[in-house]
T-cell receptor, first 113, second 114 residues
Framework: DTAVSQTPKYLVTQMGNDKSIKCEQN?????MYWYKQDSKKFLKIMFS???????INETVPNRFSPKSPDKAHLNLHINSLELGDSAVYFC????????????FGNGTRLTVT | KQEVTQIPAALSVPEGENLVLNCSFT??????LQWFRQDPGKGLTSLLL?????REQTSGRLNASLDKSSGRSTLYIAASQPGDSATYLC?????????????FGQGTRLTINP
């Protein structure tokens, strides 16, 4: 009955590879997010989708391409991975124009070697 | 540009003590402020949400206050327990270019010593 689930939990890959992270929420929320948490634990928003439409794109390199097939899913594809992409990526969801709290997945730890 | 700062970065106290975590933000135009808890290797769990029109929220041993005019929030934890050990993050919800998003502080790493 996990509310926001993302896979995989760990991802180790080499520079230059392409990888994807998947996220699904069963809370009926209309908005989903990708956040990046760096080695200093600083959490920063990357993308937000509302009802499958991109509404926030925070100056993220175009190697990162989110895709939302429906409002319950938001996947993140990363091309040509670089060392600096190593971080923990969190998916989250909420109801956009309400005071409902943000619900997070457990994160995907990406290590690029 | 909204910036959120949390002080201290780390805090270690004996079990049973009451403690206060601080959060400050630079722009008072916020929709709400949320406090989260993050355990190692886990995602964030929402603890308390204070709407911009509210002054405080309480849940069990936790009490969060909000002073929008001064750009400050505090999270008060009463009778701390070892299980409270975690990183606590605050975040403000703002509107930017027609969308709402959360801006996070860097967190306070709390250790409660038995």
């Amino acid at each position: 009955d996990t509310a926001v689930s993302q896979t995989p939990k760990y991802l180790v890959t080499q520079m230059g590879n392409d990888k994807s992270i998947k996220c699904e929420q069963n809370l009926g929320h209309d908005t989903m997010y990708w956040y990046k948490q760096d080695s200093k634990k600083f959490l920063k928003i990357m993308f937000s989708y509302n009802n499958k439409e991109l509404i926030i794109n925070e100056t993220v390199p175009n190697r990162f391409s989110p895709k939302s097939p429906d409002k319950a899913h938001l996947n993140l594809h990363i091309n040509s991975l670089e060392l600096g992409d190593s971080a923990v990526y969190f998916c989250a969801s909420n109801q956009q124009y309400s005071n409902s709290p943000l619900h997070f997945g457990n994160g995907t730890r990406l290590t690029v070697t | 540009k909204q910036e959120v700062t949390q002080i201290p970065a780390a805090l270690s106290v004996p079990e049973g003590e009451n403690l206060v975590l601080n959060c400050s933000f630079t722009d008072s135009a916020i929709y709400n402020l949320q406090w989260f808890r993050q355990d190692p290797g886990k995602g964030l769990t929402s603890l308390l949400l204070i709407q911009s029109s509210q002054r405080e929220q309480t849940s069990g041993r936790l009490n969060a206050s909000l002073d929008k005019s001064s750009g400050r929030s505090t999270l008060y934890i009463a009778a701390s327990q070892p299980g409270d050990s975690a990183t606590y993050l605050c975040a403000v919800k703002i509107q930017i270019q027609g969308a709402q998003k959360l801006v996070f502080g860097q967190g306070t790493r709390l250790t409660i010593n038995p």
